[in-house]
């Protein structure tokens, strides 16, 4: 008797996590994890905004479905609205040049980027025979200027100008921001080759350049982190900086056309947060395909 009552005792003292653990006092255990806009990074940098980073007993076992409801649903809605925007390229592409990426070289730049992404082969090919089909939908560029004194170039295809119109016009300021003429005079329309930097010093990535035929190279890093090299061009030279960059023995991630700034916007971190919320703001918006930014964080 003596024996049961000190193992009672003791088990009223044992810390309350590892009961909650034990199986036999189950408490229930919650994983606080940033919005699903922290999960998507922000459009002017290359780099992710880096997540809350959870310890193994916050979400061992008995909470893996909170893990998967709160990580892997906005990373799911992330992806299908990354390959939503990619079929509204295509799109446009198509309207352009025609379905056939042989004769159609913006075609085959997204369609290169769309396997690079890993977009389903079928909604590639739904995508193209729809913009075949689909109604009469017009392509406009808006521009605007952001907190800060941003710029941004706002990509719409849309089958109801002045609906879109209202919609921009709404979100931007309700964010911050205003349609503002003159921003694309701010911005170079260039071809963007982007290939891995893993282990490819300054010195080498400007002799690549050359080698090329490139005008410029700029170091950026992609979602995960990992080194990368954009290679400035024309817009005619694309295709042939590309082959060429693949003969010098480079692992291509995309290449297309990209509206470049021809000067950087520097903003604080209150600014840098407020373009962020109005960028992804932006983004949500049905009729937006893309958009263009002269952002650059303070250091």
Not at 20 to 40: Q, W
Not at 231 to 242: A, G, S, Y
Request: neutral net charge; charged residues 25%; glycine residues 6%.
């Amino acid at each position: 008797m003596a024996g049961a009552a000190v193992l009672k005792a003791l088990w009223t003292l044992r810390p309350r996590t590892l009961a909650a653990t034990s199986g036999r006092f189950p408490a229930p255990v919650e994983c606080f994890l940033p919005p699903a806009s922290c999960v998507l990074y922000p459009p002017w940098r290359s780099s992710p905004v880096r997540t809350l980073q959870l310890c193994s007993a916050l979400c061992a076992g008995h909470n893996k479905w909170s893990k998967v409801k709160h990580i892997k649903g906005p990373k799911d809605e992330a992806r299908g609205r990354m390959f939503m925007k990619y079929g509204m390229m295509i799109k446009i592409a198509v309207k352009e040049g025609g379905p056939n990426p042989d004769m159609n070289i913006n075609l085959a730049h997204i369609l290169e980027q769309c396997r690079s992404k890993n977009m389903p082969k079928a909604s590639v090919e739904a995508a193209i025979k729809s913009a075949e089909k689909a109604k009469p939908a017009s392509q406009h560029m808006f521009e605007a200027r952001g907190p800060g004194g941003c710029l941004l170039l706002i990509e719409v295809l849309t089958d109801n100008n002045s609906r879109s119109h209202q919609e921009i016009k709404r979100l931007l300021n309700k964010n911050g921001g205003m349609l503002s003429e003159g921003a694309r005079h701010n911005f170079n329309r260039r071809g963007v080759v982007v290939v891995s930097g893993q282990n490819v010093s300054t010195e080498r990535a400007l002799e690549l350049a050359i080698e090329a035929g490139a005008e410029d190279v700029q170091e950026t890093e992609d979602e995960e982190e990992q080194p990368l090299l954009q290679f400035m061009c024309d817009m005619t030279d694309v295709r042939k900086v590309r082959g060429s960059l693949e003969e010098l023995g480079m692992q291509i991630t995309s290449a297309g056309l990209e509206f470049v700034p021809r000067a950087l916007s520097s903003l604080d971190q209150d600014q840098l947060d407020a373009a962020s919320t109005l960028i992804e703001a932006l983004n949500d918006c049905p009729d937006v395909v893309r958009i263009w930014d002269n952002i650059q964080a303070d250091s």
